[in-house]
């Protein structure tokens, strides 16, 4: 019996302002007695999501709606690197406070690299080096740091622009929707869960079809959750085998849903 009753794929997009309507926002839900369809924005003058539209939105689909599984495709957190140079209690909700106090990439206007440069925030005293690569990234073999900017495949914009919207979900829905892994490894039964994804995994095992790249990673995430759930082996990878080391510092860095 599936733990779900919705698979939501989102792939991210740090560009522009939080009220930019931008084609790399892309959202794709599945249950699981239908495959993954496109999940548009609501009617206005906007074509597509804007990163508030879709944080607003999932706080209303996961506030009173089934147990819903989210993937989003940006890092959850920092290396562990990074709590170390700027003198970091090693705690997920300490970071989001302080992260946002430094980075208030959810304001109008603000774009992130408005923050880097100095014209806003105070992203100088919270920086990272792009050598920095949370456990995660290196178990995955390809991805990139979270401090890694302006290269192809990067998420540290996406990352940087992304975080904050957490911790409006966190405050916002509480202990309803479980933050994985740093609530815990194993959700409760009953509670949607919102955990790390990085496409890239699965996206070549599904044919593209007429799919956009956005739309592609957003879809192979939503079906690649719907298909595990149908097997019952989701549980497996919200428990993967990692030692007590590196289970110690994802708590701390955040883990990729999948990688094993």
Not at 61 to 69: K, M
Not at 128 to 146: D, F, I, P, T, Y
Not at 230 to 247: S, Y
Request: contains cysteine; hydrophobic residues 35%.
């Amino acid at each position: 019996m599936a733990c779900f009753a919705r698979y939501i794929g989102i792939d991210y997009s740090g560009a522009e302002t939080v009220r930019s309507s931008l084609p790399g926002l892309r959202v794709y839900e599945a249950t699981p007695d239908s495959p993954p369809g496109p999940v548009l924005p609501p009617p206005s003058p906007r074509k597509h999501w804007t990163r508030r539209g879709i944080a607003e939105w999932l706080l209303e689909e996961l506030r009173d709606g089934p147990p819903t599984l989210v993937g989003i495709d940006h890092a959850f957190s920092f290396p562990l690197r990074y709590f170390e140079v700027h003198h970091l209690q090693p705690d997920w909700n300490a970071f989001l406070e302080d992260f946002c106090e430094h980075w208030p990439t959810d304001a109008d206007l603000i774009y992130v690299q408005d923050v880097r440069e100095g014209r806003c925030g105070k992203g100088a005293d919270r920086g990272g080096n792009s050598r920095w690569r949370r456990l995660a990234e290196q178990r995955s073999g390809s991805a990139k740091s979270v401090f890694h900017f302006d290269v192809q495949g990067s998420v540290a914009k996406s990352t940087h622009a992304g975080i904050p919207w957490l911790r409006y979900l966190r405050k916002e829905l509480g202990p309803r929707l479980h933050f994985w892994p740093f609530d815990g490894w194993e959700p409760s039964a009953g509670r949607s869960v919102i955990a790390e994804v990085y496409p890239s995994l699965w996206s070549k095992s599904y044919p593209r079809e007429d799919r956009s790249p956005d739309q592609h990673d957003a879809y192979s995430v939503a079906r690649w959750m719907r298909e595990k759930d149908a097997v019952d082996e989701l549980d497996g990878h919200f428990c993967p085998a990692l030692n007590p080391f590196l289970k110690g510092a994802a708590q701390v860095e955040g883990w990729i849903l999948g990688i094993d």
